[in-house]
């Protein structure tokens, strides 16, 4: 991940450090070339063209280009700007509230959402020592609420009970009933994906929200999809009211344009990066560390 967007932006940034003196015309060629890097990334147009303008404006501006390393100072504020768009601080999920607390995930069919259920699960109960119950409301997909029950079972975390025919918001109410009765500390809700964004899928979605009033709305966003999970962060963020973002498949050899665009676009932390398919690939999102990895 980033490997391609490092290389070509470490390009520019040792030819800026290598001369002594910078002019404007310097930056402004620098960042084009950032531009056209970040596009290449799969970064969406509207974020690269505001991230560069906004370098830009602070690097020609203040004492930069009159300072004793001109090059330097450009890039560290590149480095602030990058972890700006990653989100600046790391966002952890916010679940202090009057017991159980609900964690709804939502996203497309196969983009990691029951797999990131189960990770995020695994790490409230074992980490924070939460009693967590999942409950899957994924009625279209054949066996989504076994699968469920099976990661469950491998993390030993509780599931609901499945009722076969049972509908999202029946399963919703179910599942918080059963919740506040047994003394659960947190309740995860998977809902049913779809191959692609639709009108009915979004309508349940808010009828879920609405009866389980949720303290966070996850968005699994598949990092490998590029410009694709850019389109679908808008379309989700714009219906339902998300709190965060969890990038799966960071551990792939995606461009990385997504997890770039994906704070922009949604106004909302990247709270969790998904690396691998074991149950415990789950790190909390750092938007420094992210950023230090991209500028080497
Ligand atoms: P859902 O349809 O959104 O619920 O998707 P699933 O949770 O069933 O995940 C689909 C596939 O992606 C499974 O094979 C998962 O093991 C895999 N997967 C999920 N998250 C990650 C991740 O962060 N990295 C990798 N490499 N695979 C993942």
Known sequence: MFDSLSDRLGGVFDRLRGRGALTEADVRTAMREVRVALLEADVALPVARSFVDKVTEQAVGQNVLRSVTPGQQVVKIVNDALVEMLG??????????????VVMMVGLQGSGKTTTTAKIAKRLSGRDRKKVLMASLDVNRPNAQEQLATLGTQ?????????????????????LQAAKLQGYDVLMLDTA???????ALMDEMKAVADIA???????????????????????????????????TRMDGDARGGAALSMRAVTGK????????EKLDALEAFHPSRVAGRILG
């Open 88 to 101: 600046a601080d790391a966002s952890e999920l916010e679940l202090s509230v009057t017991p159980p607390a």
């Open 193 to 199: 994906g779809r191959l692609h964004v639709d009108q």
């Open 269 to 276: 932390p990247i709270k969790f990066a998904g690396t691998g």
């Open 155 to 175: 993390i030993e975390v509780a599931t609901l009970p499945i009722v076969p025919g049972q509908q999202p918001v029946d399963i919703a109410r179910r599942a």
């Open 213 to 247: 009033v949720p303290q966070e709305i996850l968005l699994v966003v598949d990092s490998l999809t590029g410009q694709d999970a850019v389109n679908v962060a808008q379309n989700f963020s714009e219906q339902v009211p998300l709190t965060g973002v969890v990038l």
